[in-house]
Nanobody, 123 residues
Framework: QVQLVESGGGLVQPGGSLRLSCAAS????????MNWYRRAPGKERELVAS???????TYDDSVKGRFTISGDTAKNTLSLQMNSLNPEDTAVYYC?????????????????WGQGTQVTVSS
């Protein structure tokens, strides 16, 4: 089965920057949305940023102006540029790709997930 692999996580000082990348092990067709989620200990997974196949972007209020999502649906790649990081950004970050299609009256949806990459913001 196709898997997503994240990279670029690590330890960074407050105010620093990191760039996360995600790539698929195989071809994913009919991509409609590509997302970055994160989960901190004791908290639910939250949507950080979203990119639609049409190029529209959405950000959680907590990261607006600091994070930038980019990607290429044809290449099945996704990136997240993170600037002005603070300790509250510490979490495991996951990439997510959603594939949707129709066959006749039938609808199909498939979610692909990465294993996560740790981002730690600390002095």
């Amino acid at each position: 089965q196709v898997q997503l692999v994240e990279s670029g996580g690590g330890l960074v000082q407050p105010g620093g920057s990191l760039r996360l990348s995600c790539a698929a092990s195989g071809k994913i067709y009919y991509i409609t949305t590509m997302n970055w989620y994160r989960r901190a200990p004791g908290k639910e997974r939250e949507l950080v940023a979203s990119l639609t196949s049409g190029g529209a972007t959405t950000y959680d209020d907590s990261v607006k102006g600091r994070f930038t999502i980019s990607g290429d649906t044809a290449k099945n790649t996704l990136s997240l540029q993170m600037n002005s990081l603070n300790p509250e950004d510490t979490a495991v970050y996951y990439c997510n790709i959603i594939s949707e299609s129709h066959k006749g009256w039938d609808r199909y949806r498939r979610d692909y997930w990465g294993q996560g990459t740790q981002v730690t913001v600390s002095s």
